[in-house]
């Protein structure tokens, strides 16, 4: 089973920029970002394909970017344009795999 493994998150000031990276022990077919703040349900955020296909939710339109290394087996998630509302613990996933340890971004002043 591939394992998932997620980094780069940190305290930034609002309207800053963060890249999370998400390294996977193999390949795989699609990865999704997550998030999960405080008393909130978890949200996908963007996803990527192996062939590089993205999509995103409509909140990170414009500001995040997913991209993928294949060479590394690894997935990014470069956030700029930050917002309060954006901190939250955020994760890797693959489809049907399980959740990890996840990230966490704090947007604050």
């Known amino acids: 089973q591939v394992q998932l493994v997620e980094s780069g998150g940190g305290l930034v000031q609002p309207g800053g920029s963060l890249r999370l990276s998400c390294a996977a022990s193999?390949?795989?077919?699609?990865i999704g970002w997550y998030r999960q703040a405080p008393g909130k349900e978890r949200e996908l955020v963007a996803y990527i394909t192996s062939d590089g296909m993205t999509d995103y939710k409509d909140f990170v339109k414009g500001r995040f970017t997913i991209s993928m290394d294949n060479a590394k087996n690894t997935v990014y998630l470069q956030m700029n344009s930050l917002k309060p509302e954006d901190t939250a613990r955020y994760y890797c996933?693959?489809?049907?795999?399980?959740w990890g340890q996840g990230t966490q971004v704090t947007v604050s002043s």
């Open positions: 193999g390949s795989f077919l699609s």
């Open positions: 996933k693959l489809p049907a795999g399980l």
